[in-house]
C-alpha cells in the first residue's frame, strides 16, 4: 500500500469523516471504521480477480461486500473483460440494476462499440441512447439506422458531422461514403470542410479531403493548400508563377498567415511581391494584414506599433488591439497607448485589465484626476487589477466571502446520491481517475445548491480541487473558504520558511499550477501539486537528501511541496528575491524571463507584466499575484499589499514577516449566505497544469 494511500485512509478514520460523507449522501452509514477498512482491502483484490479471471471467481471472494458502495464495479469489470462473448442479457440486467449511473454509462459505451465491430446493428439500436458521447458512436448509430432501413435524413444526421475542422474516427468513413454514392457529398460541401480545416490549419485532413475532389484542376488547388499550411515559404516562392484565381489566393493567404507566425519579415517581404500580382479580395486581404501586423507585435519588433496603427479597421480583432496596447507600453508611448485604449471594443474597455492600464496611462499623462474615479471603480473587485488599483488609493482590498450554509450542508438538505458515496470511497483508495468519473456524472445532474454541498463535502475528505473546479461562477466565486482552501498549512508553512519564502507565495503558486490535484500531469511532463520535472526534482531530492525513486513519487503531496517550495526558492534567487519575476519563470522558464527583462527592464512591473509575450505566462503571473494576496488574508485576516509584491527589476525583495504590516480586507455590505441564493455552476473537471518546472 503506498504511503499517499496510507495516509488518506488515515485521514478518512479521523473527525468522523466517514459519518459525514456516508451518512450524508446515502449507503453504508453502520459500518464502523474497521469493517469499512477490511472491505477496503478485500475490494482490490477481488476488483483485481474480476479484471483478469477467466471465470466467475469473484462472486465467492466478493461475499462480505454487497453493502460496500463499489460493489458494481466488481460485476462491471467482470462484463468487460468478457466483452467480445458478452449478449445482450447479462449486460441489460446490469443496466437496469444501475441505471442513471456512470457505470451503466461505461458499460454502455463500450457494448456499442463491440456491437458496431460485430455489426450487430439490431442489438446496437436496442441498446443506444440519444445522448452519445462520442463522434464514433453517432456515425455507428447512422450506419445501424441504414442498416436497419431508416435512412439517415443527410442535412440533419450527416451534414453536421461532416463539417467538422478536426478529423473524425473511421467510422465516419462509411457514412460519408454512402451520402457520396447518393451524390448528396458534391464539390461544394468538400470545399466547405477544407475551408475549415485550413482555417484550424489542419493541413493533413485538407491534403486528405482533396482526393475526394474530382476534378483535377479543382484537387490541385487543393493540394496547393495543403502545401501551404505544411511549407509556406516554399509555396510563396512557388506563387507568382500560378495563375490568378479564388483559390490560388486562398493559397497564397494560408501561406502568409503561416509563415508570419515564425518570419513576419520574410512574410512581409513576399506580400510585398505578391500584392500586385494576385487580385486579392477584401476578406483575403484583411486576413493577411491582420497576420502582418499582429505577429511581429508578438515579439516586438521594430516598427510593430506602426503596422497595427495602420491596420484597416476591418482587418482589426480583439488580438490585434491587445497588441496594439502593448506595443505602445513597451515603447513607453504613452500618448499612443491612451489611443490604443480608445480604439478598443466595448467589451474590452469593461475589462477590469484595460480599465486600470487606462487609468495608469492617464497617470502617465498627468491626468491623474481623470485616473482616479477608474481606479475607484476597479478597486472594488477582487483580482490582480482590482488589488493594484486599491494600492493607488491606498485603500483596503474589497473581498466579500461568503460562508457556505453550514446546517444545510451537514443535514438534511444533503440528499442521498450514491454516485458521491462512489466517489468518495474511490477518492478513499486513492483511485482518482474513477473517483473523478463518478464526480463528474453524479455533479452534472445537481441543483446548484446541492453541488455546494458536494464541494463542502470534498472539501471536507481533503478532495480539495473539485471545491475550486464546481465554484467557478456567479455567488460560488464568494466561497473563498472552499474555493482558496488552508489545506497542510503546518506543512507549507514549515516549507517555506525553510526554504526562505513567503508561505502565501507558495499556497498561490499550488493553486494557480494544479488547482490542489495531487495527481496533476502535464503534456509537458510536470508532476503533482507543484507541477516539477522529474529530472528538477530529482536534483532537488539530493539536495534536500530525501529520497526520490521516480516520477510517480512527486504524486506525494509532502513531497512535492517540499522540493516545490526549495525550487521556487531557487528560481526568486535569480532574481533578487522578486516573487513575480520568480513567477514568470517559474511559467515559463528562465532564457525568456531574461530576453524580456534586457528588452523592458526599464518598466515598471506592472506594465512589464502586461507586456510578456506568452499569453499563459502573463495571465498565470497576474493569477499567482492575486492568489498570494487572497491566501495572505486566510492565512493572517488581512494582506500584505500587492504593489510591495511586484519590486521594480534588480530591486531586493525580502518575504514579509509574519508581523509585517498588512492592509485590511473590507467586505462593504453584508452578503446572505450563498445557500439561499443558488446560481448556476460550471461542472467540476480535471485541472489544465500550466507549463513544466
Known amino acids: 500500500m503506498s504511503k499517499r494511500l496510507i495516509h488518506r485512509l488515515a485521514g478518512f478514520a479521523r473527525g468522523g469523516w466517514l459519518v459525514l460523507a456516508l451518512a450524508g449522501f446515502g449507503s453504508a452509514a453502520a459500518a464502523d471504521d474497521a469493517q469499512l477498512a477490511q472491505q477496503r482491502a478485500k475490494f482490490m483484490l477481488v476488483w483485481e480477480t474480476a479484471q483478469h479471471a477467466p471465470d466467475d471467481a469473484w462472486r465467492k471472494l466478493a461475499a462480505g461486500l454487497e453493502s460496500y458502495p463499489l460493489y458494481p464495479y466488481l460485476e462491471l469489470a467482470s462484463l468487460q473483460r468478457r466483452l467480445t462473448q458478452l449478449e445482450p442479457a447479462p449486460v441489460r440486467a446490469f443496466l437496469d440494476a444501475w441505471p442513471d449511473s456512470v457505470l451503466a454509462q461505461n458499460l454502455r459505451d463500450t457494448y456499442l462499440l463491440e456491437l458496431a465491430r460485430r455489426r450487430d446493428w439490431k442489438n446496437f439500436l436496442a441498446f443506444y441512447d440519444t445522448a452519445p458521447r462520442s463522434k464514433e458512436l453517432q456515425c455507428d448509430a447512422l450506419i445501424a439506422r441504414a442498416a436497419t432501413g431508416d435512412t439517415p435524413d443527410f442535412a440533419r444526421d450527416v451534414q453536421p458531422l461532416w463539417l467538422s475542422k478536426s478529423a473524425l474516427p473511421s467510422a465516419c468513413d462509411e457514412v460519408f461514403a454512402a451520402a457520396r454514392a447518393q451524390h448528396k457529398l458534391g464539390a461544394e460541401l468538400v470545399w466547405q470542410r477544407i475551408e475549415l480545416a485550413a482555417n484550424a490549419a489542419n493541413a493533413d485532413l485538407v491534403g486528405s479531403l482533396a482526393a475526394m475532389l474530382d476534378d483535377a484542376q479543382q484537387r490541385a488547388a487543393a493540394e496547393r493548400i495543403a502545401q501551404a499550411l505544411r511549407e509556406p515559404a516554399p509555396t510563396l516562392d512557388q506563387a507568382a508563377a500560378w495563375p490568378d484565381g479564388p483559390r490560388a489566393r486562398d493559397a497564397v493567404a494560408y501561406a502568409l498567415e503561416r509563415l508570419a507566425r515564425r518570419d513576419s519579415e520574410g512574410a512581409q517581404t513576399r506580400w510585398s511581391k505578391l500584392a500586385a500580382h494576385f487580385h486579392f479580395d477584401a476578406a483575403q486581404r484583411d486576413r493577411v494584414l491582420h497576420a502582418l501586423a499582429l505577429y511581429p507585435a508578438a515579439s516586438y519588433a521594430p516598427g510593430a506599433l506602426t503596422l497595427l496603427q495602420a491596420l484597416p479597421a476591418s482587418a482589426a480583432d480583439d488580438a490585434t488591439r491587445e497588441w496594439r496596447v502593448r506595443t505602445a507600453i513597451a515603447t513607453q508611448d504613452w500618448k499612443a497607448a491612451l489611443d490604443a485604449l480608445e480604439h478598443m471594443s466595448d467589451a474590452q474597455q469593461a475589462d477590469a485589465r484595460w480599465r486600470y492600464l487606462r487609468a495608469r496611462v492617464l497617470v502617465k499623462l498627468g491626468r491623474k484626476d481623470e485616473a482616479t474615479p477608474i481606479f475607484g471603480a476597479i478597486a472594488q473587485e477582487a483580482n490582480f487589477h482590482g488589488f493594484l488599483a486599491a494600492d493607488w488609493l491606498d485603500q483596503p482590498y474589497v473581498i466579500c466571502s461568503t460562508p457556505l450554509d453550514e446546517p444545510a450542508a451537514t443535514g438534511a438538505a444533503a440528499r442521498a446520491q450514491p454516485g458521491l458515496v462512489r466517489a468518495f470511497e474511490f477518492f478513499a483508495l486513492d483511485r482518482l481517475r474513477e473517483a473523478r468519473h463518478e464526480w463528474d456524472f453524479t455533479l452534472a445532474q445537481l441543483e446548484p445548491r446541492e453541488r455546494r454541498l458536494a464541494a463542502a463535502a470534498a472539501t471536507a475528505h481533503g478532495w480539495y480541487d473539485r471545491a475550486v473546479y464546481a465554484l467557478n461562477q456567479g455567488d460560488d466565486l464568494h466561497l473563498y ?21 513567503d508561505p502565501a507565495w507558495a499556497y498561490a503558486i499550488i493553486r494557480a499550477e494544479s488547482a490542489w490535484t495531487t ?8 508532476w503533482g501539486l507543484m507541477q516539477l520535472l522529474p529530472g528538477t526534482a530529482r536534483q532537488l531530492a539530493k539536495v534536500e537528501k530525501v529520497a526520490f525513486s521516480g516520477a510517480n513519487d512527486l504524486f506525494d503531496a509532502d513531497l512535492n511541496i ?10 526568486a534567487l535569480r ?29 515598471e512591473p506592472d506594465f512589464f507584466i502586461e507586456t510578456i509575450p506568452y499569453k499563459e505566462t502573463r495571465e498565470y503571473v497576474a493569477r499567482v499575484l492575486a492568489f498570494s494576496v487572497i491566501y495572505d488574508w486566510r492565512l493572517h485576516g488581512d494582506a500584505q499589499s500587492l504593489a510591495s509584491r511586484l519590486p521594480r527589476i534588480g530591486q531586493a525583495y525580502a518575504p514579509p514577516a509574519a508581523d509585517a504590516p498588512r492592509k485590511p480586507v473590507v467586505c462593504p455590505a453584508p452578503r446572505a449566505t450563498v445557500a439561499a441564493a443558488p446560481t448556476p455552476s460550471a461542472p467540476a473537471g480535471t485541472p489544465a497544469p500550466s507549463t513544466a518546472k
Do not use: C
Open 481 to 501: 473558504e472552499l474555493r482558496f482552501p488552508l489545506a497542510r498549512r503546518a506543512q507549507i508553512e514549515r516549507d517555506a520558511h525553510g526554504a526562505g519564502i
Open 575 to 603: 532574481y533578487d528575491g522578486s516573487p513575480w519575476l520568480a513567477s514568470a519563470a517559474y511559467n515559463a522558464g528562465a532564457d525568456p524571463v531574461a530576453r524580456w527583462v534586457n528588452a523592458r527592464d526599464a518598466l
Open 519 to 526: 495527481d496533476a500531469k502535464s503534456g509537458a511532463d510536470a
Open 562 to 571: 517540499r522540493l516545490g517550495t526549495r525550487y521556487l526558492a531557487n528560481m
